[in-house]
């Protein structure tokens, strides 16, 4: 049976924030299995603190950019191992290591996990690139805020939360946040590949077990919803 393609790409911190992680991995792996009943998945894993510590101890130790991100890439594989193990048979037995080699694994009867593939970017950016690979039409980026903002509204109360947003606002947003030198909501580089590929980008809590799902099955969401055509 023919599926519509979905990518999913969710953030380290919403796998591992180290907090009865395995209970939420487990319902994750539930959630996906039945949503891959009418959707053809393929699910992008973040490193999380675990990538965190590699990344930034490889750096005392003067590591190169090159040599931490390789290390960060090697924690997002374990928690891609981590979430394959929960999904048992229905994902697929290898890690692939490119989107390529994601997009050749990825079938309408199973669940391809991964992490990240080569240095130089984030996992948010690999989804994009398995999308492109694929022709599928959406990203969804399950994390640890349940929208876009204008502004951080732990510290900016007055943040605007948006609901619907162009790829030029995305871009224009992270462009900012760059600037003042904060993390992204979404790595520039995955968004330059949406805005050329016309992929949508979904923005959602994901820990909110019941807003991913309705993400991944283009239903109605309460996060933000990133317009690329
Ligand atoms: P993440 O995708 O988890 O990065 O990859 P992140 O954006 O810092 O994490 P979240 O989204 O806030 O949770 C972890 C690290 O692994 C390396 C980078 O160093 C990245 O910061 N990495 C990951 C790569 O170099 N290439 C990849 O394809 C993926």
């Known amino acids: 049976m023919?599926?519509?393609k979905v990518v999913v790409s969710i953030g380290g911190s919403i796998l591992i924030p180290g907090n009865d992680d395995s209970k939420y991995i487990a319902k994750l792996a539930r959630m996906l299995k039945e949503a891959s009943e009418t959707m053809q998945i393929v699910v992008v894993c973040g490193g999380g603190k675990i990538a965190r510590y590699?990344?930034?101890t490889c750096g005392e130790l003067g590591g190169t950019t090159c040599q931490c991100d390789l290390l960060g890439i090697g924690a997002t594989r374990l928690n891609a191992q981590l979430l394959a193990t929960s999904l048992g048979d229905v994902s697929s037995i290898d890690i692939?290591?490119?989107a390529e080699a994601a997009?050749?694994?990825?079938?309408?009867?199973?669940i391809v996990v991964m992490g990240g593939t080569e240095p130089g970017h984030t996992t948010d950016a690999v989804a994009t690139m398995v999308a492109r690979?694929?022709?599928a039409k959406r990203v969804v980026n399950a994390t640890s805020v349940n929208a876009v903002y204008s502004d951080d509204p732990k510290k900016v109360p007055s943040a605007k939360r948006f609901s619907k947003l162009t790829i030029g606002e995305l871009g224009d947003l992270v462009y900012?946040?760059?600037?003042?030198?904060?993390?992204?909501?979404?790595d520039p580089l995955g968004i330059k590949i949406a805005k050329e590929e016309k992929i949508d980008i979904l923005?959602?809590?994901?820990?909110d077990l019941s807003e991913l799902r309705n993400a991944i099955l283009g239903k109605k969401?309460?996060?933000?919803?990133?317009n690329s055509h």
Request: aromatic share 8%; charged share 30%; net charge negative.
């Open 2 to 4: 023919k599926k519509e």
């Open 54 to 56: 590699y990344t930034e």
């Open 96 to 98: 692939p290591m490119t």
């Open 103 to 110: 997009a050749e694994l990825s079938a309408p009867d199973n």
């Open 133 to 135: 690979e694929l022709h």
């Open 176 to 186: 900012k946040e760059h600037g003042a030198g904060k993390s992204s909501v979404f």
């Open 203 to 207: 923005i959602v809590d994901g820990r």
């Open 221 to 226: 969401i309460n996060g933000t919803y990133i």
